[in-house]
């Protein structure tokens, strides 16, 4: 069974330039995450789905961050435009349902310059 | 406030030896408590799961313990080995899950296993 997906692995940019990131779950998974993590931290959630609908992005700062999940399937996360606080690990992941085990990505590094 | 503790914040030990990472938390009401082992530049990989009813749940040389009472849970690694170099993150679930926060996620234990 293929794991969560993620691309690009590694993302550099200027600020104030735009990025996205692509998530592709578990194949039947209905719950999708996306976390932000810094270094030496543990993960902190942007925003939840359940299938399309975004239940839970009381987390992500709205002025710049956007998601989408179309299908409810695969995911995109945007930055627009990005700061240097930006720089950090950004995850995905996946559950059967909501308080399921969640499966991570590899999660994408993105440096803002 | 709903809080996980990890202690301690890393740790370097030599191969073969044992090792227990410690977890706090104050999250209620409590649903699971979850240990993820993070390779670096990789995702978390669950290693065990545990409900409020269970005190100890093992995952070959991973045997995690949880004491409801206290609110602490530990992670003891039994003849560690170099593939154990990784960041362990205790992960607290809320009960039941609400639209706010439902995974409260630790900084982590990152481990060090040297020949």
């Known amino acids: 069974e293929a794991g969560v997906v993620q691309s690009p692995r590694y993302k550099i940019i200027e600020k104030k330039q735009p990025v996205a990131f692509w998530c592709n779950p578990i194949?039947?998974?209905?719950?999708l995450y996306w976390y932000l993590q810094n270094l030496g931290q543990g993960p902190e959630l942007l925003i939840r789905?359940?299938?399309?609908?975004?239940v839970d992005d009381s987390q992500l700062p709205k002025d710049r961050f956007s998601a989408e999940r179309l299908k409810g399937v695969d995911s995109t996360l945007k930055i627009q435009p990005a700061e240097l606080g930006d720089s950090a690990v950004y995850l995905c992941?996946?559950?059967w349902g909501f308080g399921d085990t969640q499966y991570f990505g590899p999660g994408t590094r993105l440096t803002v310059l | 406030k709903n809080q996980v503790e990890q202690s301690p914040q890393s740790l370097i030990i030599l191969e073969g030896k044992n090792c227990t990472l410690q977890c706090n938390y104050t999250v209620s009401p409590f649903s699971n408590l979850r240990w993820y082992k993070q390779d670096t530049g990789r995702g978390p990989v669950s290693l065990t799961i545990?409900?409020?009813?269970?005190n100890t749940k093992s995952n070959g040389r991973y045997t995690a313990t949880l004491d409801a009472d206290t609110k602490q849970s530990s992670l003891h690694i039994t003849a560690s080995q170099l593939s154990d170099s990784a960041s362990y993150i205790c992960v607290v679930t809320l009960n039941p899950p609400n639209t706010g926060n439902q995974f409260y996620f630790g900084t982590g234990t990152s481990l060090t296993v040297i020949p």
């Open positions: 545990m409900t409020f009813s269970e």
């Open positions: 194949s039947g998974h209905n719950t």
């Open positions: 789905y359940e299938n399309e609908e975004a």
């Open positions: 992941a996946s559950s």
